[in-house]
């Protein structure tokens, strides 16, 4: 559904196109007609998803064309995080007469007493133990306040915040619109949640049409025969701590377990036909850094629980779009980084824009600058094992120049046969915020991928 069925006013929808959004994403679609309804709302959507549009809009939307007074409050958890949304804020307004202003700790409390005393704001977005600061001051006033945000209340409440919220509620007139924002729903923010919130409607993303924040996402096209190569290569460049590549069927897992083991890489396969206590192990090898990959298909990737996961990596490209939700949500738990490569074959192209048709954006393609994509891809012995001799083994850890670590510095390769960099990103995308390089600069390339 366009931004302009959403029942938003012309002056947004202009801020929106300004801002460059085109399409809304799937918590702005579902959140923000709930939203004009004037209903409590609690959404579990993460940064990331385009929450803050999709509150920020419909609240824009009451409070437009009124007289000037604080009517919205958005408590966050961070000053991070209470500037991010300032910006947007302003961003989406630009075209109304809407004031935004953001109060944090931090930072001099006095100029932040004077804007709210001066010209005042409509939206005042701020970190509960400021605003409790101002308010002890007697430099806010909270009885106009119509509509509350809790953004990431989950992590306001894990902070230790959640006494701050139950006095800032007690400060709020009753009569209100609340939105609260969480990806989960900790005890103690139920208790916050039962006093803030009347009657609310979930907006609950299914898990299947919801990535996970925190993911930076990135597709590598490459041919079928180089995806080891490929891989091989990225495993050295990138800086991981617990990697799962995920395989189509058993026996690919198996196959390429070996191939990466053949290559020097500490690795375990994962699959059904595992008995428990192999997996169990090769989960507490990974947890514990004995094993740094773990190949796995998706039997094994839903229900399994390896925290902290750095990489995801897609060997094949998932058939069905909700595996590879499922598959990339094993990494970014808990607000950590993650990264999720696909590698992709031109096969899979199809695939691949059907994943982000369904999660709602594109996904940046990014090219190894000193990868040869034209090389013959490195041979399997008959069993995957004991190859060593061969010459595209051999050239394999050679072909810049002796051993992987070897590998030139600022990742000019020492053959002519380099694919020279490249850079085909879909749109919309995202950066790729690679994991510095774990030595000097092999994987420069990849920082501005
Ligand atoms: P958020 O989850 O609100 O932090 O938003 C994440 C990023 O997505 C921000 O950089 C937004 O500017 C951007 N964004 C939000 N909504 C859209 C949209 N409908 N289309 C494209 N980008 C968006």
Known sequence: MPFAKLGLPTALLRGVRAAGYHT?????SKAIPLALEGVDI????QTG????????????ARLMDRPHALRCLVLAPTRELAAQI?????????????KVGVVHGGVNIGPQERMLRGEGVDMLVATPGRLLDLQGRQSVALDDVEVLVLDEADRMVDMGFAPDLKRILRLLPKDRQTMMFSATMPPALNEVAREALHDPVRVDLSPSTRTVSGITQAVYPVSRGLKTDLLDELLRRTDTDGVIVFARTKRGADRLARQLEKRGHAVAALHGDRT???????LRDLKRGRIAVLVATDIASRGIDVEDLTHVINYDVPMAPEDYVHRIGRTARADAKGDAFTLMSPEE???MKAIERFIGKGILRVTIPDFDYKKQPTPMSGEERGGGGRGRDRERGGHSGGGHGGRSANGSSSGGRSQPTRQVSSTPSEPVHGRKPRRQAPGAGRKRM
């Not at 300032?86 to 809407?98: G, H, I, P, V, Y």
């Open 42 to 45: 609690v959404a579990a959507a």
């Open 349 to 351: 192209d199809r695939d």
């Open 49 to 60: 998803s385009g929450k803050t549009a999709a509150f920020v809009l419909p609240i824009m």
């Open 86 to 98: 300032e910006t947007s804020a302003r961003d989406l307004c630009r075209f109304t007469n809407l």
């Open 24 to 28: 809304p994403t799937p918590i702005q």
């Open 276 to 282: 428990q206590s192999q997996r169990e192990r090769a």
